[in-house]
């Protein structure tokens, strides 16, 4: 239990800093041609990691039987991922752009 613990708090930090960086770039670069450019190819990426790891999650939970805390705890982790994706994405797509 101590390791959900952990793992949550570490994923709650990193999605803080996520959104800082995610309200910088939108203040800044997110208004021009460029930016909404990034963010459709952003949200493409964060659509294609839903989709997968949605599929991976059922699957692993047919095979493994999750009880009810492992299950929403790793609902939990992978809806806090969904942010940090994002922003992974927008940041290798600005260099990409």
């Not at 949200?43 to 699957?59: C, R």
């Not at 982790?77 to 752009?97: E, T």
């Amino acid at each position: 239990m101590t390791v959900y613990l952990v793992m949550i708090g570490i994923i709650l930090i990193a999605g803080i800093l996520t959104m800082s960086f995610l309200g910088k770039f939108l203040k800044d670069e997110g208004k021009d041609e460029r930016g909404t450019l990034i963010q459709g190819r952003a949200a493409l990426v964060v659509f294609l990691f839903v989709s997968g790891m949605l599929m991976i999650i059922v699957v692993a939970n047919l095979f493994l039987k999750f009880n009810n805390l492992q299950f929403t705890i790793i609902l939990a982790i992978f809806s806090a991922l969904n942010p940090i994706v994002y922003a992974l994405a927008i940041k290798n797509l600005k260099q990409k752009y």
